[in-house]
Protein backbone atom coordinates (compact mmCIF):
# COMPACT_ATOMS: atom_id res chain seq x y z
CA UNK A 1 0.00 0.00 0.00
CA UNK A 2 1.14 3.40 -0.93
CA UNK A 3 2.10 6.22 1.58
CA UNK A 4 -0.80 7.93 0.18
CA UNK A 5 -2.99 5.59 0.46
CA UNK A 6 -2.26 4.76 3.82
CA UNK A 7 -2.50 7.74 5.37
CA UNK A 8 -5.84 8.21 3.55
CA UNK A 9 -7.27 5.08 5.39
CA UNK A 10 -5.52 6.09 9.11
CA UNK A 11 -7.27 9.70 8.12
CA UNK A 12 -10.96 8.14 7.07
CA UNK A 13 -10.30 5.70 10.34
CA UNK A 14 -9.23 9.33 12.70
CA UNK A 15 -12.75 10.59 11.26
CA UNK A 16 -15.19 7.59 11.95
CA UNK A 17 -13.76 7.52 15.67
CA UNK A 18 -14.56 11.11 16.02
CA UNK A 19 -17.90 10.66 14.79
CA UNK A 20 -18.68 7.83 17.13
CA UNK A 21 -17.58 10.00 20.04
CA UNK A 22 -19.74 12.99 19.10
CA UNK A 23 -22.62 10.41 18.02
CA UNK A 24 -22.12 8.61 21.59
CA UNK A 25 -22.39 11.79 23.17
CA UNK A 26 -26.41 12.02 23.05
CA UNK A 27 -26.43 8.46 24.79
CA UNK A 28 -24.09 9.46 27.74
CA UNK A 29 -26.49 12.47 28.47
CA UNK A 30 -29.38 10.23 28.71
CA UNK A 31 -27.53 8.29 31.28
CA UNK A 32 -26.25 11.26 32.96
CA UNK A 33 -29.70 13.00 33.17
CA UNK A 34 -31.31 9.94 34.41
CA UNK A 35 -29.02 10.45 37.59
CA UNK A 36 -30.92 13.44 38.75
CA UNK A 37 -28.21 16.51 36.80
CA UNK A 38 -29.84 19.42 34.85
CA UNK A 39 -28.86 20.68 31.73
CA UNK A 40 -26.68 23.36 33.24
CA UNK A 41 -24.80 21.65 35.63
CA UNK A 42 -24.00 19.01 33.32
CA UNK A 43 -23.22 21.74 30.51
CA UNK A 44 -20.59 23.31 33.32
CA UNK A 45 -19.09 19.97 34.07
CA UNK A 46 -18.74 18.83 30.21
CA UNK A 47 -17.15 22.34 29.49
CA UNK A 48 -15.01 22.76 32.53
CA UNK A 49 -13.62 19.68 32.35
CA UNK A 50 -13.04 19.77 28.24
CA UNK A 51 -11.19 22.73 28.49
CA UNK A 52 -9.20 22.36 31.53
CA UNK A 53 -8.06 19.31 29.16
CA UNK A 54 -7.37 21.65 26.10
CA UNK A 55 -5.72 23.99 27.94
CA UNK A 56 -3.25 21.09 29.26
CA UNK A 57 -3.05 20.17 25.66
CA UNK A 58 -2.20 23.72 24.11
CA UNK A 59 0.91 24.40 27.15
CA UNK A 60 1.78 21.04 25.71
CA UNK A 61 2.34 21.93 21.99
CA UNK A 62 3.74 25.56 22.96
CA UNK A 63 0.64 26.89 20.87
CA UNK A 64 -0.31 30.78 21.81
CA UNK A 65 -3.35 31.79 22.75
CA UNK A 66 -4.98 34.13 19.72
CA UNK A 67 -5.11 38.14 20.54
CA UNK A 68 -7.27 40.95 19.76
CA UNK A 69 -10.42 40.78 17.68
CA UNK A 70 -9.93 37.08 17.01
CA UNK A 71 -9.55 36.41 20.69
CA UNK A 72 -13.10 38.68 21.04
CA UNK A 73 -14.82 36.68 18.49
CA UNK A 74 -14.06 33.20 20.23
CA UNK A 75 -15.19 34.57 23.61
CA UNK A 76 -18.75 35.00 21.49
CA UNK A 77 -18.41 32.37 19.90
CA UNK A 78 -18.12 30.04 22.87
CA UNK A 79 -20.00 31.92 25.06
CA UNK A 80 -23.34 32.30 22.80
CA UNK A 81 -23.12 30.03 19.68
CA UNK A 82 -21.29 26.85 21.56
CA UNK A 83 -22.86 27.79 24.76
CA UNK A 84 -26.13 28.11 23.26
CA UNK A 85 -26.24 25.13 20.81
CA UNK A 86 -25.36 22.65 23.58
CA UNK A 87 -28.43 24.01 25.41
CA UNK A 88 -30.81 23.44 22.86
CA UNK A 89 -29.27 20.01 22.24
CA UNK A 90 -28.92 18.88 25.42
CA UNK A 91 -32.55 20.30 26.38
CA UNK A 92 -34.03 18.41 23.29
CA UNK A 93 -32.39 15.26 24.37
CA UNK A 94 -34.77 15.27 27.59
CA UNK A 95 -37.92 16.36 25.33
CA UNK A 96 -37.77 13.64 22.43
CA UNK A 97 -35.74 10.68 21.42
CA UNK A 98 -31.85 10.97 21.25
CA UNK A 99 -31.86 9.48 17.39
CA UNK A 100 -34.37 12.00 16.60
CA UNK A 101 -32.62 14.85 18.19
CA UNK A 102 -29.36 13.41 16.51
CA UNK A 103 -30.52 13.60 12.53
CA UNK A 104 -32.72 17.21 13.34
CA UNK A 105 -29.08 18.69 14.22
CA UNK A 106 -27.76 17.45 10.92
CA UNK A 107 -30.23 19.91 9.07
CA UNK A 108 -27.54 22.75 9.79
CA UNK A 109 -25.65 22.44 6.27
CA UNK A 110 -29.02 23.24 4.74
CA UNK A 111 -29.37 25.86 7.46
CA UNK A 112 -25.62 27.64 6.45
CA UNK A 113 -26.59 27.20 3.00
CA UNK A 114 -30.28 29.83 3.65
CA UNK A 115 -28.13 31.98 5.46
CA UNK A 116 -25.19 32.50 3.72
CA UNK A 117 -27.36 33.55 0.92
CA UNK A 118 -29.60 36.10 2.87
CA UNK A 119 -26.51 37.69 4.93
CA UNK A 120 -23.32 37.28 2.85
CA UNK A 121 -25.25 37.20 -0.23
CA UNK A 122 -24.27 34.39 -1.69
CA UNK A 123 -25.30 33.09 -5.05
CA UNK A 124 -27.32 29.80 -4.63
CA UNK A 125 -27.10 27.23 -7.17
CA UNK A 126 -29.56 25.15 -8.45
CA UNK A 127 -28.13 21.92 -6.44
CA UNK A 128 -27.66 23.97 -3.30
CA UNK A 129 -31.66 24.26 -3.86
CA UNK A 130 -32.40 20.73 -4.28
CA UNK A 131 -30.37 19.87 -1.29
CA UNK A 132 -32.13 21.93 1.10
CA UNK A 133 -35.44 20.74 -0.52
CA UNK A 134 -34.33 17.21 0.05
CA UNK A 135 -32.82 18.18 3.59
CA UNK A 136 -36.25 19.55 4.73
CA UNK A 137 -38.71 16.70 3.32
CA UNK A 138 -35.99 14.26 4.54
CA UNK A 139 -36.66 16.45 8.56
CA UNK A 140 -40.82 16.08 8.12
CA UNK A 141 -40.27 12.58 7.13
CA UNK A 142 -37.61 11.83 10.19
CA UNK A 143 -40.33 13.81 12.72
CA UNK A 144 -43.65 12.07 11.41
CA UNK A 145 -45.37 11.05 14.07
CA UNK A 146 -43.16 12.01 16.87
CA UNK A 147 -44.57 15.41 17.04
CA UNK A 148 -46.96 13.83 19.12
CA UNK A 149 -45.48 14.43 23.03
CA UNK A 150 -42.48 15.56 21.59
CA UNK A 151 -43.07 18.40 19.56
CA UNK A 152 -40.83 21.12 22.47
CA UNK A 153 -38.01 18.36 22.05
CA UNK A 154 -38.21 18.65 18.11
CA UNK A 155 -38.48 22.80 18.08
CA UNK A 156 -35.18 22.69 20.64
CA UNK A 157 -33.65 19.97 17.98
CA UNK A 158 -34.05 22.13 15.21
CA UNK A 159 -33.06 25.56 16.99
CA UNK A 160 -29.79 23.62 18.03
CA UNK A 161 -29.25 23.27 13.99
CA UNK A 162 -29.86 27.17 13.46
CA UNK A 163 -27.98 28.28 16.58
CA UNK A 164 -25.16 25.79 15.06
CA UNK A 165 -25.29 27.23 11.50
CA UNK A 166 -24.45 30.54 13.23
CA UNK A 167 -21.70 29.33 15.24
CA UNK A 168 -20.29 27.90 11.83
CA UNK A 169 -20.85 31.27 10.00
CA UNK A 170 -18.96 33.34 12.57
CA UNK A 171 -16.17 30.93 12.43
CA UNK A 172 -15.82 31.17 8.45
CA UNK A 173 -14.47 35.10 9.89
CA UNK A 174 -11.67 33.26 12.05
CA UNK A 175 -8.26 34.48 10.91
CA UNK A 176 -6.54 31.36 8.75
CA UNK A 177 -3.26 31.34 10.98
CA UNK A 178 -5.24 30.30 14.50
CA UNK A 179 -5.05 26.36 15.15
CA UNK A 180 -8.03 24.59 15.75
CA UNK A 181 -6.30 23.46 19.24
CA UNK A 182 -6.17 27.12 19.81
CA UNK A 183 -9.43 27.85 18.66
CA UNK A 184 -11.34 24.99 21.14
CA UNK A 185 -9.87 25.80 23.97
CA UNK A 186 -10.89 29.40 24.37
CA UNK A 187 -14.14 28.43 23.25
CA UNK A 188 -14.82 25.51 25.74
CA UNK A 189 -13.18 28.05 28.25
CA UNK A 190 -15.82 30.60 27.23
CA UNK A 191 -18.52 28.43 27.61
CA UNK A 192 -17.26 27.07 30.60
CA UNK A 193 -17.67 30.69 32.15
CA UNK A 194 -20.94 31.35 30.91
CA UNK A 195 -22.73 28.19 32.40
CA UNK A 196 -20.59 28.97 35.70
CA UNK A 197 -22.94 32.06 36.01
CA UNK A 198 -26.16 30.25 34.72
CA UNK A 199 -25.20 27.81 37.81
CA UNK A 200 -24.48 30.44 39.91
CA UNK A 201 -28.37 31.24 39.61
CA UNK A 202 -29.98 28.00 39.06
CA UNK A 203 -28.15 25.97 41.69
CA UNK A 204 -25.46 23.11 41.24
CA UNK A 205 -27.67 20.17 40.60
CA UNK A 206 -24.54 17.28 40.15
CA UNK A 207 -24.94 13.82 38.95
CA UNK A 208 -26.51 11.87 42.16
CA UNK A 209 -24.79 8.46 41.15
CA UNK A 210 -21.30 6.57 40.09
CA UNK A 211 -22.61 5.82 36.80
CA UNK A 212 -23.82 9.50 36.33
CA UNK A 213 -20.54 10.45 36.96
CA UNK A 214 -18.91 8.17 34.75
CA UNK A 215 -21.37 9.53 31.90
CA UNK A 216 -20.80 12.94 32.06
CA UNK A 217 -16.26 12.36 32.66
CA UNK A 218 -17.47 10.61 28.69
CA UNK A 219 -19.35 13.47 27.74
CA UNK A 220 -16.44 15.45 28.13
CA UNK A 221 -13.49 13.72 27.19
CA UNK A 222 -14.47 11.04 25.18
CA UNK A 223 -17.31 12.99 23.26
CA UNK A 224 -15.99 16.43 23.26
CA UNK A 225 -11.62 16.79 23.80
CA UNK A 226 -11.08 13.05 22.13
CA UNK A 227 -14.17 13.88 19.05
CA UNK A 228 -12.18 16.95 18.17
CA UNK A 229 -8.90 16.27 18.29
CA UNK A 230 -9.79 12.65 15.83
CA UNK A 231 -11.29 14.74 13.68
CA UNK A 232 -8.20 16.98 13.39
CA UNK A 233 -6.07 14.24 12.97
CA UNK A 234 -8.23 12.89 10.19
CA UNK A 235 -8.78 16.16 8.57
CA UNK A 236 -5.19 17.13 7.92
CA UNK A 237 -4.68 13.50 6.58
CA UNK A 238 -7.88 13.84 3.89
CA UNK A 239 -8.34 17.47 4.15
CA UNK A 240 -11.66 18.89 4.23
CA UNK A 241 -14.27 17.34 1.66
CA UNK A 242 -13.29 14.02 2.94
CA UNK A 243 -13.45 15.06 6.72
CA UNK A 244 -16.85 16.12 6.43
CA UNK A 245 -18.51 13.34 3.94
CA UNK A 246 -17.22 10.94 6.90
CA UNK A 247 -18.44 13.04 9.29
CA UNK A 248 -22.20 12.41 8.19
CA UNK A 249 -22.32 8.97 10.07
CA UNK A 250 -22.04 10.83 13.22
CA UNK A 251 -25.88 10.71 13.23
CA UNK A 252 -26.38 6.85 12.29
CA UNK A 253 -24.04 6.08 14.95
CA UNK A 254 -26.39 7.52 17.45
CA UNK A 255 -29.22 6.19 16.00
CA UNK A 256 -27.62 2.80 16.17
CA UNK A 257 -26.31 3.01 19.86
CA UNK A 258 -30.01 4.85 20.62
CA UNK A 259 -31.88 1.31 19.91
CA UNK A 260 -29.25 -0.87 21.19
CA UNK A 261 -29.05 0.80 25.02
CA UNK A 262 -31.89 3.03 25.07
CA UNK A 263 -34.23 0.88 23.22
CA UNK A 264 -35.66 3.48 20.72
CA UNK A 265 -37.35 2.26 18.16
CA UNK A 266 -35.99 2.59 14.54
CA UNK A 267 -39.09 3.23 11.64
CA UNK A 268 -38.79 2.78 7.71
CA UNK A 269 -39.50 6.41 8.07
CA UNK A 270 -36.97 7.44 10.22
CA UNK A 271 -34.77 5.58 8.01
CA UNK A 272 -35.98 7.35 4.90
CA UNK A 273 -35.83 10.52 6.64
CA UNK A 274 -32.74 10.53 8.02
CA UNK A 275 -30.95 8.83 4.92
CA UNK A 276 -32.62 11.96 2.85
CA UNK A 277 -30.91 14.70 5.06
CA UNK A 278 -27.62 12.51 5.37
CA UNK A 279 -27.89 12.75 1.30
CA UNK A 280 -28.73 16.37 1.04
CA UNK A 281 -25.33 16.95 3.01
CA UNK A 282 -23.39 15.30 0.73
CA UNK A 283 -24.96 17.03 -2.07
CA UNK A 284 -24.08 20.27 -0.50
CA UNK A 285 -20.78 18.92 0.17
CA UNK A 286 -20.31 18.13 -3.21
CA UNK A 287 -21.14 21.55 -4.37
CA UNK A 288 -19.09 23.51 -1.63
CA UNK A 289 -15.38 21.83 -1.98
CA UNK A 290 -14.19 23.84 1.16
CA UNK A 291 -16.98 23.18 3.62
Known amino acids: MKAEQAAGLVGGLY ?13 FARLAYASGVDTPT ?24 PRGRALLLLLAMGSLGYAG ?11 ASAGLVALLLYLYPA ?15 PLQVAAVAV ?16 SLGIFF ?21 ISPTASTTVITSAAAVAYGFVVAVKGYHPPGTGAGWLAVFAIAILGTVM ?10 RVGAVRASVCSTVEPVFTVVLAALFLGEAVTPMRILGGALI ?14
Open 42 to 65: LLLLRFTLAAGLMWIILLARGLKV
Open 157 to 177: GILAAFIYSVYILMGSRIPKD
Open 85 to 95: QAFAYFTALTL
Open 15 to 27: ILASAACFGSMAI
Open 278 to 291: LGAVLLLLREQPNP
Open 135 to 150: ALLGSVLTIGKAGDGQ
Open 227 to 236: AILFFFEGLE
Open 111 to 125: IVTILSCLVFRHPVT
